[in-house]
């Protein structure tokens, strides 16, 4: 079956440093891939998508390449901020379809410091 | 433009009690997926309904079942309730294919 690994937090940074977040992925076929994010107390925010092989997501400042050669999906930001601090999920939905049923990794929390 | 809405934002009930948690959809959408999001863990989908029907489901046990009205929301159901089953419970909507939005779930916490 379907299955999401995301590297283990906390992670710690302080403001303006480098963002890295690793996420690799099982799959048959062609999945869609997502980064979700979660604030405190709130449901799950769509932060960026790429629906093929090379696509690059982005949005806010966060990217993430599709890379099918290393089934890889790997968050990053060139400078994060205090704001940013949340927890991150990434995720796979079957096929093309970017609304069936989502498949998570065990999200990676991030903590960023003045 | 209101998004996903869930109801209610949180509940206590104890063992061997049923629940009913509500969603509706944001505006436009026809597709609802709930999920179960145990404490420190990402979600875990349960199923999924679409013009009225489940069109797919997770590996939950039949405690769990859903439903979906004639104007798209949607409503959880769960039987004999287990502590195991306290979590954070989303609901997220999509259209035709589109990335799902999540609504801020329903905590519920069985004593």
């Known amino acids: 079956g379907n299955s999401v690994t995301q590297m283990e937090g906390p992670v710690t940074l302080s403001e303006e440093a480098f963002l890295t977040i690793n996420c690799t992925y099982t799959?048959?076929?062609?999945?869609?891939l997502f980064w979700y994010v979660q604030y405190p107390g709130e449901g799950l925010q769509l932060l960026l998508k790429?629906?093929?092989?090379?696509d690059k997501g982005s949005n806010k400042g966060f990217e993430a390449t599709y890379r099918k050669e290393t089934t890889s999906f790997h968050l990053e930001k060139g400078s994060v901020q205090v704001s940013d601090s949340a927890v991150y999920f990434c995720a796979l939905s079957d096929h093309d379809n970017a609304g069936n049923m989502l498949t998570f990794g065990g999200g990676t929390r991030l903590m960023v410091k003045p | 433009d209101a998004g996903v809405t869930q109801s209610p934002t949180h509940l206590i009930k104890t063992r061997g009690q049923q629940v009913t948690l509500r969603c509706s959809p944001k505006s436009g959408h026809d597709t609802v997926s709930w999920y179960q999001q145990a404490l420190g863990q990402g979600p875990q989908f349960i199923f999924q309904?679409?013009?009225?029907?489940?069109?797919q489901r997770g590996n939950f046990p039949d405690r769990f079942s859903g439903h979906q009205f004639p104007n798209y929301s949607s409503e959880l159901n769960v039987n004999a309730l287990l502590l195991g089953d306290s979590a954070l419970y989303l609901c997220?909507?999509?259209?035709?294919?589109?990335?799902?939005?999540f609504g801020d779930g329903t905590r519920l916490s069985i004593l």
């Open positions: 997220a909507s999509s259209l035709s294919g589109q990335p799902q939005h």
């Open positions: 799959a048959t076929g062609y999945p869609s």
């Open positions: 790429a629906t093929k092989a090379d």
């Open positions: 309904y679409y013009e009225e029907e489940e069109r």
